[in-house]
């Protein structure tokens, strides 16, 4: 068998889709089972001829039915070497699908990974059930997502189709209407977003799925702008939110944080420097403050905001704020 994982997948899939139609009556061909995987009928046409050539697969096909067949029943694939490392990385992945529950991808995957399980050795020399028994996902909280809205966004983003969408910002009860060119779709804290032209704002804006009411496509067409890249549009962000002025931030830690702060990477472009009373400072750039505010404010006492000025004067705010509500 080929060491190709992706193209692995693939006779697993054309060997079950060959079977399935054996045994329905109705036999998978190039066009069906491209259709089925979303390649091309030349990749599955070279996978089979890999078949047929390599792998001595008795595959024939029935010019009546117009679809292939095994001329012997008894053939199997070859057994497929799967190291006790590589079953652990199958079994963990399919746990931490539960954070892509909100999703419609979740069902799509979830059947991918059943598909693998299915096509393994029916004797394995480890057991996977301890995956089930010793390691937990936590899923972060995640917004629901209505799977027909899903799938007419992916629609417009996959065929480069402009969508007309019904938006609800936070706080507004009647929505508007927006004309959007997809551009890409991002997954942050259990939240799926839209980046996209908005034709109301004129500029590229970012919509979370979870708030688009209806959508459907315009019957226009777009072409994503050759100067657009995810990478640079969100440019130093931090989190999901994009501004157009970048703010060198820095944030002084108590010493009781600094072994927290250490630990992680918060920022790509993050610096530290330890000081002498045991705290941390960390810096990074960013052109958004507001989850960086709502990052600082989760971490209690013993935080300081050192600058920028603005992002200093807005947590004082909030905090005094937050104390009349016990007052």
Known sequence: MTG???????LIFID??????????????????????EVSAKSIRRDIDYLKNQCDAPIAYDC???????????????????????????????????QYENSPLYHKLASVFKKIEASLPERISVDPAWVDERMTVFPESRSAIDPTIWDKVAEGLRHGRQLAIHYLKPGDEDGSDRLVDPYHIVSFQGEWYLIGHCHLRREVRTFAISRVRAVRTSGEDFVIPAEFSFEKFSGHHFGIFQGDRDFVVKILFSPQHRPYVEEREWHRDQALERQADGGILLSFTSNHLFEVKRWVLSWGAGVKVLAPPELAADLQ???????????
């Open 64 to 98: 009546r039915r117009y679809g292939y067949l095994y001329t012997e029943a008894s053939y199997s694939l070859p057994a497929m070497h799967i190291s006790e490392s590589d079953l652990f990385a199958i079994s963990l992945a399919r746990k931490t699908l539960r």
């Open 4 to 10: 190709n994982k992706a193209q692995l997948q693939r």
């Open 16 to 37: 079950r889709m060959i079977r399935d139609g054996m045994h329905s009556g109705r036999l998978a061909n190039c066009a069906t089972m491209a259709t089925a995987y």
């Open 317 to 327: 705010e909030e905090l005094q704020k937050a104390l009349q509500a016990y007052a």
